[in-house]
């Protein structure tokens, strides 16, 4: 079995993998990150999204053997001191959830959305997050969430 080191939300771990182990079940089953859900196990819902190497992927579709040496951070690791990152805390604001099973992976590729958009659009905000479903909401609330985190993400940077 190969023996993987990778960072997760600040930790590092060392773990001996089955090479066709998918990063959500490492993740999930090995490490204890029950934040980041199994949506539908084929990538098309977007509920397992995390950030690898500070971009966003549905750990579904990424074994663990190809995350060897990166940096991955969970909905689990982006409070701070306590206080929720400020796209949580504009998730909540904004109620932007039911349910709440797609929102970890909502609030994941907000982020990485941020990172090359820091001012998205409406139109850019929907068309970020095209590849994560939700069943219960409408967006819009989402989209309202979206846009007062990148206004609170830019005044923390």
Do not use: W
């Amino acid at each position: 079995m190969p023996r993987i080191a990778v960072t997760v939300d600040g930790i590092k771990y060392e773990q001996d993998v089955e090479p066709r182990l998918l990063l959500v079940h490492l993740l999930r089953d090995h490490l204890g990150k029950t934040g980041t859900p199994i949506g539908c196990d084929t990538s098309n819902c977007g509920a397992c999204t995390v950030l690898l190497d500070g971009k966003s992927v549905k750990s579904c579709s990424v074994l663990a053997v190809q995350a060897d040496g990166s940096d991955v951070v969970t909905i689990e690791g982006l409070a701070t001191n306590g206080s929720m990152h400020p796209m949580q805390q504009a998730f909540h604001e904004e109620h932007a959830l039911q349910c709440g099973y797609c929102t970890p992976g909502m609030v994941m590729a907000s982020i990485d959305l941020l990172r090359t958009d820091p001012d998205p659009s409406e139109e850019a905000i929907r068309e970020g997050l095209e590849g994560n479903l939700c069943r219960c909401t409408g967006y819009c609330n989402i989209v309202r969430a979206v846009k007062r985190g990148a206004q609170n993400v830019g005044a923390t940077s």
